[in-house]
């Protein structure tokens, strides 16, 4: 170790997981199960291309990876136009106040994936992936942009069944 006030050398910051390291390295980089898959979908999504989150999804169900919660939740943020944007539905002047101030973002109607999204929620109840409030949203998030404001506040009733607290 260097000395008291010196600089330390890289080797002097070990933090004992070199190993650990190590093997991950080996494997590839991979880790726990659905690790490579949950980077793909992330990356993705980060970068907004839908082609390729979907494909990973697919690749990941078809090789009978595991897939966590989050990579599940937004793959259903990406399907809900979630990083694609949308229109500021500013209303009209008499509107009222608290909703201009909460700036609704519509998504565009291209951006919308209801089909893959039912796909991705069938996928977590028959394979036991946790849903949580964030499931919910995006899959009521879905149903408003599709003209279905009724199928929206079905999945929040089905939400509070399943005990989760909504945050709408």
């Given at each position: ?7 330390r ?76 944007g ?18 609704v973002v519509?998504p ?19 394979n ?12 009521a ?10 199928k929206?506040?079905d ?14």
């Amino acid at each position: 170790m260097a000395d008291v006030g010196g600089k330390r050398g890289n080797d002097d910051w070990d933090d004992g997981n070199l190993r650990k390291r190590q093997r991950n390295k080996e494997r590839g980089g991979a880790g726990r199960p659905g690790q490579v898959a949950r980077r793909a979908i992330d990356v993705a999504c980060q970068q907004g291309d839908t082609v390729a989150a979907f494909e990973a999804f697919d690749t990941a169900v078809a090789a009978g990876e595991a897939l966590q919660p989050h990579s599940c939740n937004v793959l259903l943020h990406l399907c809900s136009g979630g990083v694609t944007g949308g229109n500021y539905d500013g209303g009209s002047a008499d509107a009222d106040t608290a909703a201009q101030a909460a700036k609704v973002v519509i998504p565009a109607r291209e951006a919308v994936h209801p089909e893959r999204a039912n796909t991705i929620f069938n996928y977590m109840m028959s394979n036991d992936v946790p849903r949580t409030e964030m499931t919910y949203t995006a899959l009521a998030r879905i149903e408003a942009a599709q003209g279905e404001p009724r199928k929206a506040f079905d999945l929040v009733r089905r939400l509070v069944e399943e005990r989760l607290q909504p945050k709408l």
